[in-house]
Nanobody
């Protein structure tokens, strides 16, 4: 599956952004999807994930209550709504797809190795 992310930008602290990731290829609805981020000098981390069916979601503690992941399997797209953004949310955000890792693995590892990755989109939050 090929992934194309967009929606990043510059926003003031407290603002909102919505990232989108469009998938092309086969059977998007069979993939678990995730949004990762990597800030300069830091390791990549999983911030949110959604099960292939949309029935379960996962959030890193740092974004709980502020970010919402969703998917539209009819449009082969996954979204990340980011509210109340903070300067520490500044990073390159990546969407990723996987159908090999178990949901337990995805939700217990800081940076699970998803099988397919999109290009990153920069999110910058100014204070």
């Amino acid at each position: 599956v090929q992934l194309q992310a967009c929606g990043g930008g510059l926003v003031q602290a407290g603002g909102s952004l919505r990232l989108s990731c469009a998938a092309s290829g086969r059977a998007f609805s069979s993939y678990n999807m995730g949004w990762f981020r990597q800030a300069p000098g830091k390791e990549r981390e999983l911030v949110a994930a959604i099960m292939w069916s949309g029935s379960s979601t996962y959030y890193a503690d740092s974004v709980k209550g502020r970010f919402t992941i969703s998917r539209d399997n009819a449009k082969d797209t996954v979204f990340l709504q980011m509210n109340n953004l903070k300067p520490e949310d500044t990073a390159v955000y990546y969407c990723a797809a996987d159908k090999s890792l178990t949901w337990r693995t995805i939700t217990t590892m800081k940076a699970p190795e998803f099988g397919s990755w999109g290009q990153g989109t920069q999110v910058t939050v100014s204070s």
